[in-house]
Nanobody
């Protein structure tokens, strides 16, 4: 089973960009689909994006489509979330998660979670 550690969060002005990374340790990273979720203060955690094991298929929430891009480097055991044109509504703790099988938008489908990284977008 993999362990996941997110990084790259921080404070950015609206319209700016950040790239989140999620580094995995453990075996068989390439056998896991990876997802990104976020939780804003006082809100439920929600799906952001997901990527298939070989990177060939990706999924996005409507709220981030066209602004965020998910990618992975299996040689580096890392998945990335490039976030452009950030908005104050993107402020949240961002989590990466891993699951066997295909991509999913459902949190309970993911068995491994990172600790999260804070993203704050100022207006």
């Amino acid at each position: 089973q993999v362990q996941l550690v997110e990084s790259g969060g921080g404070l950015v002005q609206a319209g700016g960009s950040l790239r989140l990374s999620c580094a995995a340790s453990g075996r068989s990273f390439s056998s896991y689909a990876l997802g990104w979720f976020r939780q804003a203060p006082g809100k439920e955690r929600e799906f952001v994006s997901a990527i298939q094991q070989n990177g060939g298929s990706t999924r996005y929430a409507d709220s981030v489509k066209g602004r965020f891009t998910v990618s992975r480097d299996n040689a580096k055991n890392t998945v990335y979330l490039q976030m452009n044109s950030l908005e104050p509504e993107d402020t949240a703790v961002y989590y990466c998660a891993a699951r066997r099988g295909g991509t999913s938008t459902v949190q309970s489908d993911y068995s491994v979670w990172g600790q999260g990284t804070q993203v704050t977008v100022s207006s």
